[in-house]
C-alpha cells in the first residue's frame, strides 16, 4: 500500500462547478495535511494546510480531513479555467518526513 | 516575499559528470527536503534534513547521490556520476518541523543526463 493516495484523474469538470479531489494516507499518526497546486512546468504552490478533523474554508477551496477514515479532501467551488492544474496531496506521517501522492489532474472546461 | 531559491534552474550534462545543486532555504525553516519529480514517478523524497542534521535519504541511490547541508542558508545534492535516467526536475522545499504554515518550494533544478 501507498503512503499516501490519490485518484489519477484526469478529473473534467464544467466551468462553475465543484470540483471534489480525494486523498487517503496509511500512516494513522500523520499530524498534518497539505495540498498543492502545481501548474505545467512549475513548482508545487501550496493552497490549503489542515491539522484536526472537520472542514476549513479558504475563498473557493475547502479541505476535510477525517482521520478515523485516514481520508481528506479537496473540495474547489465555482471551478474556473485558471483551477485547471495537477493537485496534490502531502502528509506528514510520523517521523517528520513530507509524502506527496500521484496527484490528480484537473481540467476545467469553458 | 520570502522564497526558496534553488541554482541553476537547467542543467544539461554528459554521462558521468557531476552535478551540482543547490537551495538555499527561507531564512528561519528548520527543515529541508530533496525531491525528484519525474512523469512515471512522481515526487519522490530523496532526503531531508532538521537543524541541518540529515534524518533520512533512503530515497537516494546511495552510491550516486549525497545530500548536505554546511550550512543554515544552503543544502546541496550531488549526484556523481551522473547517468541519463536521473534526468528530472530537482525540488528543494522549506518549512518548519511538523509543517507549520506549510512547505515552500523552489523553482526546481530541470536536469538532463545527455
Known amino acids: 500500500q501507498k503512503e499516501v493516495e490519490q485518484n489519477s484523474g484526469p478529473l473534467s469538470v464544467p466551468e462553475g462547478a465543484i470540483a471534489s479531489l480525494n486523498c487517503t494516507y496509511s500512516?494513522?499518526?500523520?499530524?498534518?495535511f497539505f495540498w498543492y497546486r502545481q501548474y505545467s512546468g512549475k513548482s508545487p504552490e501550496l493552497i490549503m494546510s489542515?491539522?484536526?478533523?472537520g472542514d476549513k474554508e479558504d475563498g473557493r477551496f475547502t479541505a476535510q480531513l477525517n482521520k478515523a477514515s485516514q481520508y481528506v479532501s479537496l473540495l474547489i467551488r465555482d471551478s474556473q479555467p485558471s483551477d485547471s492544474a495537477t493537485y496534490l496531496c502531502?502528509?506528514?506521517?510520523?517521523?517528520?518526513?513530507?509524502?506527496f501522492g500521484q496527484g490528480t489532474e484537473l481540467s476545467v472546461k469553458p | 516575499d520570502a522564497r526558496v531559491t534553488q541554482t541553476p534552474r537547467h542543467k544539461v550534462t554528459e554521462m558521468g559528470q557531476e552535478v551540482t545543486m543547490r537551495c538555499q532555504p527561507i531564512?528561519?525553516?528548520?527543515?529541508v527536503f530533496w525531491y525528484r519529480q519525474t512523469m512515471m514517478q512522481g515526487l519522490e523524497l530523496l532526503a531531508y534534513?532538521?537543524?541541518?542534521?540529515?534524518?533520512?535519504d533512503s530515497g537516494m541511490p546511495k552510491d550516486r547521490f549525497s545530500a548536505e547541508m554546511p550550512d543554515a542558508t544552503l543544502a546541496t545534492l550531488k549526484i556523481q556520476p551522473s547517468e541519463p535516467r536521473d534526468s528530472a526536475v530537482y525540488f528543494c522545499?522549506?518549512?518548519?518541523?511538523?509543517?507549520?504554515?506549510?512547505?515552500?518550494f523552489g523553482s526546481g533544478t530541470r536536469l538532463t543526463v545527455v
Open positions: 522545499a522549506s518549512g518548519l518541523h511538523r509543517g507549520d504554515y506549510g512547505y515552500t
Open positions: 500512516d494513522r499518526g500523520s499530524q498534518s
Open positions: 489542515i491539522y484536526s478533523n
Open positions: 502531502a502528509v506528514n506521517p510520523r517521523g517528520g518526513k513530507l509524502i
Open positions: 531564512l528561519g525553516h528548520n527543515t
Open positions: 534534513f532538521r537543524n541541518r542534521a540529515p534524518l533520512d
